[in-house]
């Protein structure tokens, strides 16, 4: 779990990481704290408009795998129904990823997700941080996404682009905690 000493580094460095991500970020933010507008549905407090509301739901608890460049390895993502997804990756034994942002319907059983992962060492200090961009496409209980990922050091410097594909499995239908 990020300790709020570290989510105060965390920021400032997002803050370099890219400021679209945030935009995005505070936009969500304001949507959720903001009450719905007329002819939008609810949900959670965060106005969709009826045309975008997906027949299936990501809400809940997945496991799987992402491909990258450099591998494959296991991630765990949870869509809450306010907008808000968690983003775990790694073992933890050699270290991994821990990471918060937004999500969005974009039509029938597809959505969009995007995600400020924080990599650490095993039980040490931040080693960078990807800017998590992914479109998916959901068959009730399992959803393939694939984007593009921009990866920084420790210090916000942009290092490269990456493509990755993502492939889950529903675990719980209900999100589990960020």
Not at 71 to 78: A, D, E, H, R
Not at 158 to 176: E, F, Q, W
Request: net charge positive; with cysteine.
């Amino acid at each position: 779990m990020i300790t709020r000493i570290d989510r105060r580094a965390d920021k400032r460095v997002a803050h370099r990481v890219g400021r679209a991500f945030c935009a995005t970020a505070l936009a969500a933010s304001v949507a959720l704290a903001v009450p719905a507008v007329a002819g939008a549905r609810t949900v959670d407090a965060a106005p969709v408009a009826q045309a975008a509301v997906s027949s299936s739901t990501p809400v809940g608890r997945w496991q799987g795998t992402v491909e990258h460049a450099n591998g494959s390895g296991n991630i765990t993502l949870s869509f809450h129904s306010s907008g808000l997804v968690c983003l775990g990756s790694g073992d933890g034994s050699t270290g991994g990823g821990q990471g918060m942002g937004v999500w969005w319907p974009t039509g029938t059983n597809t959505f969009s997700y995007r995600v400020l992962e924080v990599l650490r060492e095993a039980e040490g200090p931040v080693t960078g941080f990807v800017d998590v961009n992914q479109k998916a496409t959901q068959n009730v209980a399992n959803v393939s996404s694939s984007g593009v990922s921009k990866i920084y050091d420790a210090q916000g410097t942009y290092l490269l682009s990456a493509n990755a594909t993502v492939t889950v499995k529903r675990v719980a239908t209900a999100p589990g905690s960020c």
